[in-house]
């Protein structure tokens, strides 16, 4: 069934309401997707998404976690990844959003660069690492610790033929 998007005009296709599934279904059900009474074209609905994930996100990051998760619930069983939603990209990398992560429920203890579990006070944390000669613990620690911390310190040590 051919309608126009009340946003921005564009002429669509919608299959809703031909008894077949149609692509929207298979976007995250937020508030904005259930607001309009008519179609939204692919642009602006994927945008209204992205604007209620963002609110979404940041409501539930302010309240360090004590309002409900509710991502799985919006997003119903969902198998799949949706680009600029869950992920984008960087050079060959997928990058995972906020979103995914609540989606996924949990933290994963991975360091994850948009991860909304993250407390954002500093980490009193001792981290012990091990390796052999001129294994690059040293450098990893400090990369580890400029990821944990604005102000890290660690504390390495050799002996002395090391």
């Known amino acids: ?22 692509w929207c279904n298979e976007l995250p059900k937020l508030l904005s997707f259930t607001e309009h009474n008519g179609c939204l074209c692919e642009v602006c609905l ?28 919006y997003d119903g069983d969902r198998k ?5 939603i869950d992920f984008y990209r960087e050079g060959k ?7 995914y992560h ?10 994850c ?12 944390k001792i981290i012990y690492i091990t390796g052999g ?7 990893y620690a400090q990369k580890l610790a400029k990821n944990l911390s604005p102000t890290p310190y660690y504390v390495a040590t050799a002996r002395h033929w090391d």
């Open 80 to 84: 799949g990844l949706i680009e600029d």
């Open 1 to 22: 069934m051919k309608k126009i998007c009340p946003e921005c005009s564009t002429e669509l296709s919608c299959a809703c309401r031909d008894g077949f599934e149609c």
């Open 46 to 73: 994927t945008k209204k998404i992205k604007t209620d994930i963002s609110d979404f996100v940041e409501e539930y990051k302010k309240s360090e976690g004590q309002i409900e998760n509710k991502a799985k619930e």
């Open 113 to 124: 660069r948009h991860c909304p579990y993250k407390n954002d006070k500093p980490q009193n």
């Open 133 to 139: 000669a001129r294994s690059g613990k040293s450098g």
């Open 102 to 111: 609540l989606r996924r429920g949990t933290c994963c203890n991975s360091n």
């Open 93 to 99: 990398y997928k990058i995972f959003t906020e979103w």
